[in-house]
């Protein structure tokens, strides 16, 4: 197979419409939390979070057009409402070979979020080259969910796939997308510092071109080291947190490709305001060290009630031509 980047230079991003707090993914999500009620005005609040939600994606697009990523950012639709809309990469993945996947969510108020205008939008201004079309959207009638690159973290250098069992990553279709894909499966289980499993792969860990982050004291003892070592052995530098940066998501970045005049092809690394100020002085620099610029937003409204940062509302598209 022949070898891929790792970073994407364009992301997909759907623009929210009714984002806000839902009760039915948080049954999974322990990073959600509702605001207090507010019995004398809950719609005013409602529509309050849902235009500071706009504003944080809003921003987080601008920042990421000024440093050269391109951006297909799609408005969600009115009807049905679709609170976590703002999330595609848990419903689609585009690959450099041109293979389109669409997959299967565990709960039912997510699935309208797999909207065809969305891919055409992707295909039409971002020129994705649509070759293969891998739909694994049928397992929802067995009770199986694999979510994306929520429930994948993936090497695309060393085309290993990283995930954490969960209700919503299901070990057998892990390994049927690595078949398909050809990348090797490593599945492990991790939880909080309460004991519960972590819904997401991409609250755990990610890669980068240069660096693996890895929230260490996560993983269950047995499956530890053989994580570290499969990651290790990539050449990359691995760094480790603990249970305060995963809570902080500091587990949840992306390194993207940017172009510029003066760097030619650079890195840049993009994680929330939130995940910034959970790193120590010593993380910091050892991350700055390895990317070519460190993009820091803040997006607190979504992350407190949507569950996900930054990482959670980038669907990277590989396969452009």
Known sequence: MEPRGQCADAVLMVEPKAFGFNPDTARTNTFQHADPADPGAPAAAAAMARSQALGEF?????????????????PDTD????????FPNNWVSFHADGTLVLYPMESASRRPERRQ???????????????????????????????????LVLDHVARVAYACASPRTHPALVAEWAQELEYEPVV?????????????????????????????????AADRDRVLGRLRASGREVLEIGHAG?????????????????LGDSRVLVMSETARRSLDAESYARLSACTDAVLAVPVPTIERLGGGSVRCMLAEVFGRT
């Open 246 to 262: 995963i809570a902080r998501f500091a587990g949840n970045m992306l390194e993207l490709g940017t172009w510029d005049e003066a």
């Open 117 to 151: 205008e969305v891919v055409e939008s992707v295909i039409g201004r971002l020129g994705f080259t649509l070759r293969h079309l891998l739909d694994l959207t049928h397992f929802e009638g067995k009770g199986m969910f694999l979510e994306g690159t929520g429930s």
């Open 58 to 74: 809003r921003q987080l697009v601008r920042a990421l057009e000024s440093e050269g990523v391109a951006v297909c950012a799609v």
């Open 79 to 86: 009807v049905p409402a679709k609170p976590d809309a703002l």
């Open 188 to 220: 492990f289980q991790a939880a909080d510092a309460a004991g519960v499993p972590l819904y997401h792969t991409n609250v755990v860990m990610w890669i980068g071109e240069r660096v693996a982050l890895v929230g260490a004291a996560a993983i269950a």
